[in-house]
């Protein structure tokens, strides 16, 4: 699915891609990233996505890990941005929300029942009002979070330009 970041220094828009992404393609811990993308990869019935830039599809601005709960509800296992887009001084924008509307695109194709639209998630205590305030995630309990199919909508309205009736 083709999205658009925007370059930090120049307010440019970049041309993206989110795809599917395979264990050989997974980035190191040891270039910086926080999860280890190559063992989070043996988790069985996970499915892996990337977000690279067209022009460079070799290097990978952020990654998604899902997986689908109980065959019914889809689960956001891990969500990162690459290390040289972290916080404010970051190069490309818009990678992280890019990913959880694709996750929220994804619950509409992979939930199942009352799960449908639905995008679970335990976050990091620090980023719970972060989810909250900037991308419309809801606060269950404890660090368990979700996005409605409403709030799921407007992501997917944002970040991936999809519109809906």
């Given at each position: 699915m083709k999205v658009k970041l925007k370059e930090a220094a120049s307010n440019k828009s970049v041309?993206?891609?989110?795809?599917?992404?395979n264990n050989r393609e997974f980035p190191?811990?040891?270039?910086?990233?926080?999860?280890?993308?190559?063992?989070?990869?043996?988790?069985?019935?996970?499915?892996?996505?990337?977000?690279?830039?067209?022009?460079?599809?070799?290097?990978?601005?952020?990654?998604?890990?899902?997986?689908?709960?109980?065959?019914?509800?889809?689960?956001?296992?891990?969500?990162?941005?690459?290390?040289?887009?972290?916080?404010s001084k970051g190069k490309y924008e818009h990678v992280a929300?890019?990913?959880?509307?694709?996750?929220?695109y994804k619950s509409f194709e992979l939930g199942k029942n009352a799960y449908v639209g639905y995008l679970s998630f335990t976050s990091k205590t620090e980023l719970i009002e972060l989810y909250e305030k900037k991308y419309g995630a809801t606060h269950a309990m404890g660090q368990k979070m979700f996005f409605s199919p409403q709030s799921g909508r407007q992501l997917m309205e944002k970040y991936l330009n999809l519109r809906f009736l």
């Open positions: 041309e993206a891609i989110i795809s599917k992404a190191l811990k040891k270039n910086g990233w926080q999860f280890n993308w190559k063992d989070l990869g043996k988790t069985e019935g996970a499915e892996f996505y990337k977000l690279s830039k067209i022009n460079t599809p070799g290097e990978i601005e952020g990654m998604l890990m899902l997986t689908l709960l109980y065959e019914e509800m889809l689960f956001m296992n891990n969500i990162e941005v690459a290390p040289h887009n972290y916080g929300g890019c990913l959880l509307a694709y996750g929220c």
